[in-house]
């Protein structure tokens, strides 16, 4: 089946730094999702993205849908304490209602 | 606060025994979803249900059931619970064209030993 390979899987960065971590697929997607996983908590929408191309703001977060619709990627600038967790990209199939997720990416940031 | 809620928060089950985790959705979505969460493994979809009575198996169905008789509720149900379905379990809702992503649960985590 289809499968998002995200990338780097865990990260420990110093507060303030600028935090990119990206998502790629063998299949073409019509809309790429990042959301965000506080501990013990469910996934929480971030960003959502529907054009190839398309970058979009959230705050200090700055999505980018690439332009092959094959990947996308997810930048945190000024990295604060809060912003511990594990982050997912999800890619929706055109057609069906499903999304396919990526494996996550654990954030640490170090005070 | 509009969502899904989910119970139990967390349990531990002896292997053999059958439990039911519930989840309902107040938004009047049409999709409803289970997840298992592990590490390194992210989110693996269970079953779903794309409306109130119909559902469809997921990449890993095995050893679980779902129903769907209303729009709100869509439980998941261990037949006989083995020590590999230790997990954390989410439920999931969209609407029907699904642009606007999932709105999840909290989780239960459960413990199978």
């Known amino acids: 089946g289809q499968q998002l390979n995200q990338s780097p899987q865990s990260m420990f960065i110093q507060e303030g730094e600028d935090v990119s971590m990206n998502c790629t697929s063998s299949?073409?997607?019509?809309?790429w999702l990042w959301y965000k996983q506080d501990p013990g908590e469910g996934p929480v929408l971030l960003i959502a993205?529907?054009?190839?191309?398309e970058l979009t703001s959230n705050g200090r977060l700055t999505a980018q849908f690439g332009i092959t619709r094959k990947d996308s990627f997810l930048n945190i600038s000024a990295s604060i304490p809060s912003d511990v967790g594990i982050y997912f990209c999800?890619?929706?199939?055109?057609?069906?209602?499903?999304?396919?997720f990526g494996t996550g990416t654990r954030l640490k940031v170090l005070a | 606060t509009a969502g899904i809620t989910q119970a139990p928060t967390s349990q531990i089950l002896a292997a053999g025994r059958s439990m039911t985790l519930r989840c309902t959705q107040d938004?009047?979505?049409?999709?409803m979803y289970w997840y298992r969460q592990d590490l390194g493994l992210g989110l693996r979809l269970i079953h779903y249900?794309?409306?109130?009575?119909?559902?469809g198996k997921g990449e890993v169905p095995d050893g679980y059931s779902v129903s769907r008789a209303n729009t709100d509720d869509f439980p998941l149900t261990l037949a006989s619970a083995v020590p590999s379905q230790t997990s954390v379990y989410f439920c999931?809702?969209?609407?029907?064209?699904?642009?606007?992503?999932?709105?999840f649960g909290s989780g239960t985590r459960l413990t199978v030993v």
């Open positions: 938004m009047r979505h049409n999709a």
């Open positions: 999800a890619g929706h199939l055109q057609g069906t209602y499903k999304y396919i």
């Open positions: 299949s073409i997607f019509n809309t």
């Open positions: 249900s794309n409306t109130a009575g119909t559902t």
């Open positions: 999931a809702s969209s609407s029907s064209t699904g642009s606007k992503g999932y709105t």
């Open positions: 993205l529907y054009k190839a191309g």
